[in-house]
């Protein structure tokens, strides 16, 4: 299992048991609505999905789980993150439609699979069976998904804060190039190899022109001097396609 599975689960299974009060009050509805929104609706509301933003706040890892009250919005959200997935796995959130829908908008309930054991999923759910957070045996014909907060981290953080920088580097991961000079420009092929600087490009020039003429010139002979009036130019040849940096 993940971490973030880990963590969830280490804070859910001592609030196992746990059951509402009176007038549907309970202690993750009092708790989202002076925490997450400040609305006092939500302390009488269902809370299977409150107690999960609970749980996760409790762990620290409310902003790869999310924190809702509304299930349908949470799946959206998972969806959203590039995080939804129809395989069960420990750790994830599982998505329910009593009707059997397989829709998101049709989603009424969430829990969270504690393990996966041939056909059957075992999760631990708040609000069920009237007012308990209990432990639950379930198959998936009223699944409509599985939110996964291990790939909403994934994700969120990507290959380059995950790993170090000179791991990439050596693996080819990442591109080192040198410092350019202000007011300079870098011209590279398209495999980015022999860097040309254009600063270069004129005195290149001017010291071959420069050379041209002293070619020229001691070719000449003393008695017959005379002015070169041709112009220097270089071979024209295939033009390498190339990129700016």
């Not at 829990?111 to 069976?129: F, S």
């Not at 007011?183 to 590279?188: A, D, K, P, Q, R």
């Not at 490009?201 to 001017?206: D, E, Q, S, Y």
């Not at 001097?225 to 390498?240: F, I, L, M």
Request: proline fraction near 6%; include cysteine.
């Amino acid at each position: 299992m993940d971490p973030i599975g880990d963590d969830l689960l280490r804070i859910m299974e001592p609030e196992l048991g746990y059951r509402e009060g009176p007038g549907l009050h309970s202690k993750f509805g009092e708790w989202y609505s002076l925490t997450v929104d400040q609305d006092a609706q939500y302390k009488t509301a269902p809370w299977c999905d409150m107690f999960i933003a609970w749980a996760a706040e409790q762990a620290g890892v409310e902003e790869f789980v999310g924190q809702f009250a509304w299930t349908p919005s949470h799946a959206r959200w998972f969806e959203t993150q590039g995080a939804w997935s129809q395989t069960p796995e420990a750790g994830a959130l599982i998505f329910f439609d009593w009707s059997g829908g397989k829709d998101i908008t049709g989603i009424d309930h969430v829990g969270i699979v504690e393990r996966v054991d041939g056909g059957t999923i075992h999760t631990i759910e708040g609000n069920v069976d009237g007012v308990w957070l209990k432990r639950k045996e379930r198959d998936e014909s009223k699944v409509v998904g599985y939110g996964l907060p291990r790939k909403v981290k994934e994700n969120l953080t990507g290959v380059t804060t995950g790993k170090d920088v000179s791991t990439l580097q050596a693996a080819g991961r990442i591109e080192v190039r040198p410092a350019l000079v202000p007011g300079s420009m870098i011209l590279t092929d398209y495999s980015g190899t022999s860097p040309l600087s254009l600063e270069v490009a004129p005195v290149a020039a001017l010291l071959t022109f420069i050379l041209g003429m002293t070619f020229i010139l001691s070719r000449l002979r003393p008695q017959r001097p005379h002015t070169s009036t041709g112009r220097h130019r270089r071979k024209r040849g295939r033009r390498e396609p190339y990129g700016l940096d």
